[in-house]
């Protein structure tokens, strides 16, 4: 198994382009979820979702959209890029039941806008 | 809400030596997860140790363990004969089992543990 896979690894973008984020995992895992890591303040939900066809909102959402046509795949849409979005991302795989604890994290992506 | 706080930002330790980080945190839920994620300067996340509020008992992975004080919200992390390998940023994580779907994990600022040699 490859785990979660993100690309690209590194991103430079201009104020107001757009861009999607692509995350996959082959594990078969019903939950996935996005985070973004800044300085000091760890590790923030911006979205998530349960399965195929249902996504629902984090802490940080502003600014991005997703989707989940398929289980394997969690794309990150940012419609229009901004400063305040340069960040590393991170998607998670996480199987179904409480008794499933552990997330799988992809390696990240670097993003920065300019 | 829940928070998760680590007050240490940066630690230091001789190689072979022990050291001990901390992590508090704030619910009003009886029943929860803890975790300690460990991640190098490659960036990956790495699921350290985790610990189910409802046992009583430390959980333990080789090096590492934990020291877990439900009454008081503290969840520090032991790392024994520390290793060149064993630097690196470390999170600690809270989980609520009645998150319903979010399975959100609430991360704390972290603490960048350097091993000296």
């Known amino acids: 198994n490859a785990g979660v896979t993100q690309t690209p690894k590194f991103q430079v973008l201009k104020t107001g382009q757009s861009m999607t984020l692509q995350c996959a995992q082959d594990?078969?895992?019903?939950?996935m979820s996005w985070y973004r890591q800044d300085p000091g303040m760890g590790l923030r939900l911006i979205h998530y979702?349960?399965?195929?066809?249902?996504?629902d909102q984090g802490e940080v959402p502003n600014g991005y959209n997703v989707s989940r046509s398929t289980t394997e795949d969690f794309p990150l849409r940012l419609l229009s890029a901004a400063p305040s979005q340069t960040s590393v991302y991170f998607c998670a795989s996480k199987d179904r039941g409480q008794n499933s604890n552990e997330q799988y994290f992809g390696p990240g992506t670097r993003l920065t806008v300019t | 809400a829940q928070t998760v706080t680590q007050s240490q930002p940066e630690m230091s330790v001789q190689e072979a030596e022990t050291v001990t980080l901390s992590c508090t945190y704030d619910?009003?839920?009886?029943?929860?997860?803890l975790f300690w994620y460990k991640q190098p300067p490659s960036r990956q996340m790495i699921l350290v140790i985790r610990?189910?509020?409802?046992?009583?008992q430390n959980a333990t992975e080789n090096r590492f363990s934990v020291n877990f004080q439900k009454a008081a919200k503290s969840f520090s992390l032991k790392i024994s004969d520390s290793q060149l390998g064993d630097a690196a940023m470390y999170f600690c994580a809270y989980r609520s089992p009645n998150g319903g779907a979010t399975n959100k994990l609430i991360f704390g600022t972290g603490t960048l543990l350097a091993v000296q040699p």
């Open positions: 979702s349960v399965g195929a066809g249902i996504t």
């Open positions: 610990q189910e509020a409802y046992k009583q």
């Open positions: 619910t009003s839920e009886s029943d929860y997860y």
């Open positions: 594990m078969n895992h019903e939950y």
